[in-house]
C-alpha cells in the first residue's frame, strides 16, 4: 500500500486511501452521478475554476453545514464552480439539495465512482470507513491545484475562507 493520510474521528486516527492531490499537480479527473442520476464530469467545467468540497455524508450536521456554507460563498465566485462530493446515494443528496434550497452548486455521489481512491479520500478503516473524508480541493481554470486541506478532526468544519482565497487568487 502507498502512502496515506490520516485524518481523526471523534479521538480515534483514521487512515485515508492515499494522499489529496499535490498543489501544482493536474486536478484528477472525475466521473460522479448527480441528484438526477446523470454524469457529473469535471470536464463539463473546462476553463472554469473548481472548489471540490469532499465529505462522508450530507446526513451529518458538519457535512450539512459545509454544503450550506459553500453555497452561499458560490454565488461570490466568479467563473468558479463549486461540487460537493460524498458516498450519498443521488436520491439523498436531492432530498437533501431540495429542503435546503442548494441552487448555487452541484452535489454529486461517488457511490459507483473511483473518486475516492483518486482523489486519497476514502476512508480505510474506522467507524466510517468506506466513506469520504472531508477534504476542500481548489482548481484554477487550467485544472491545476491550487489549495488542499485533508480536515484534521472529521467532526470540524473545512478552511471556508482559505478556499475562497485560492479560488479568487489571480
Known amino acids: 500500500m502507498g502512502a ?11 487512515h485515508t486511501a492515499g ?10 479527473a472525475f466521473h460522479l452521478t448527480g441528484n438526477d442520476l446523470a454524469a457529473v464530469d469535471s470536464a463539463a467545467w473546462a476553463g472554469r475554476r473548481l472548489v471540490v468540497n469532499i465529505f462522508p455524508s450530507v446526513d451529518t ?10 453555497n ?23 432530498r437533501f ?16 465512482s473511483s473518486f475516492g481512491r483518486d482523489y486519497g479520500v476514502e476512508m480505510i478503516d474506522g467507524p ?18 491550487v489549495h488542499v486541506e485533508l480536515v484534521q478532526t472529521i467532526g470540524q468544519e473545512p478552511d471556508y475562507d482559505a478556499a475562497v482565497a485560492a479560488a479568487t487568487a489571480a
Do not use: H, K, W, Y
Open 19 to 28: 494522499e489529496l492531490p499535490a498543489v501544482g499537480s493536474a486536478l484528477p
Open 97 to 112: 439539495c431540495a429542503a435546503e434550497g442548494i441552487a448555487n452548486l452541484v452535489t454529486a455521489s461517488a457511490f459507483r
Open 4 to 14: 496515506m493520510a490520516t485524518t481523526d474521528f471523534q479521538g480515534t486516527p483514521v
Open 61 to 70: 450536521g458538519v457535512c450539512a453545514l459545509s454544503v450550506r456554507r459553500f
Open 72 to 94: 452561499q460563498l458560490a454565488a461570490g465566485l466568479p467563473n468558479t464552480q463549486v461540487v460537493c462530493v460524498s458516498r450519498d446515494l443521488p436520491f439523498a443528496l436531492g
Open 128 to 145: 466510517l470507513q468506506g466513506l469520504l473524508a472531508r477534504a476542500v480541493v481548489v482548481a484554477d481554470e487550467r485544472g491545476q491545484v
